[in-house]
């Protein structure tokens, strides 16, 4: 099953910078629109998050989600250890039987794999900030123009 945590965290984490930026305001109902997500999953990715310092939620009629800090302050990978919190990048199968040379040493193996694979990814995570991704996205925006129609399904360019 594909954990589709951090993705959603960090669109949520994206959007909520990109509101604030633009005087908008951000609600779970809204965030869970734009991601196309449950409700309760947006609220439920949102406690670790708040847990952390990441996004503040006031509560009210007038209520919204903001950053808990500066955009640059908040790296992909704070976003990222917070909603997938102790659970492995890859996660292991269960000892086997050593009944021959691989699956004796399979085990041992594959767990250094995993851990040289996780600080390789959380190096690169750490390297890159909610500011940086939202400069990023904002430059490199595929939407249409206005003027534009968008392609049609099967259509050439």
């Known amino acids: 099953m594909l954990d589709l945590r951090f993705p959603t965290a960090l669109q949520m984490v994206l959007s909520i910078a990109m509101a604030e930026r633009e005087g908008r305001r951000s609600t779970s109902k809204i965030l869970a629109v734009g991601l196309e997500a449950n409700p309760s999953f947006v609220r439920k990715l949102m406690v670790p998050l708040t847990r952390d310092g990441i996004i503040v939620s006031t509560l009210g009629r007038c209520g919204t989600i903001r950053l808990g800090r500066p955009a640059a302050e908040i790296t992909l990978c704070d976003i990222y250890s917070s909603v997938i919190e102790d659970k492995p990048l890859l996660p292991q ?64 360019l």
């Open 93 to 156: 199968r269960p000892q086997v039987a050593g009944r021959c040379v691989v699956s004796a040493n399979t085990c041992w193996f594959f767990k250094e794999l995993a851990k040289e694979a996780e600080l390789a990814s959380m190096n690169v995570l750490k390297k890159r900030t909610v500011a940086d991704a939202l400069h990023e996205i904002c430059q490199r925006d595929r939407r249409p123009l206005a003027d534009e129609k968008p392609a049609q399904p099967g259509a050439t």
